[in-house]
Nanobody, 120 residues
Framework: QVQLVESGGGLVQTGDSLRLSCATS????????MGWFRQTPGKEREFVAR????????SYADSVKGRFTIARDNAKKTVYLQMNTLKPDDTAVYYC?????????????WGQGTQVTVSS
């Protein structure tokens, strides 16, 4: 059974930092590209960042480029999202997701989400 469990969300102020974690189980972790997405009420889910199974390639949404960093620890089967210089527009529920490497379709597995709230 595949599980993705996010943690690390919370309430912070503008300019603060947070690090989200997503612990996985039931996956051959290195065979999966891991992604972070976010969603606010009334809006579609938005891509934030992704990293390939070996960690050699990552990409970011323009809105977070230069402020957020995705990383993974394959020994711990965990992916992280370091978020710096947070803005109120970053307020959302953040989800991690997994899809097989080299597959460009929908992500196969999703976590339950963790709330990030940035106050002005």
């Amino acid at each position: 059974q595949v599980q993705l469990v996010e943690s690390g969300g919370g309430l912070v102020q503008t300019g603060d930092s947070l690090r989200l974690s997503c612990a996985t189980s039931g996956l051959t972790f290195t065979l999966y590209t891991m992604g972070w997405f976010r969603q606010t009420p009334g809006k579609e889910r938005e891509f934030v960042a992704r990293i390939t199974g070996g960690g050699g390639s990552s990409s970011y949404a323009d809105s977070v480029k230069g402020r957020f960093t995705i990383a993974r620890d394959n020994a711990k089967k965990t992916v992280y999202l370091q978020m710096n210089t947070l803005k109120p527009d970053d307020t959302a529920v953040y989800y991690c997701a997994a899809r097989p490497n080299y597959f460009l379709g929908e992500y196969s597995y999703w976590g339950q989400g963790t709330q990030v709230t940035v106050s002005s």
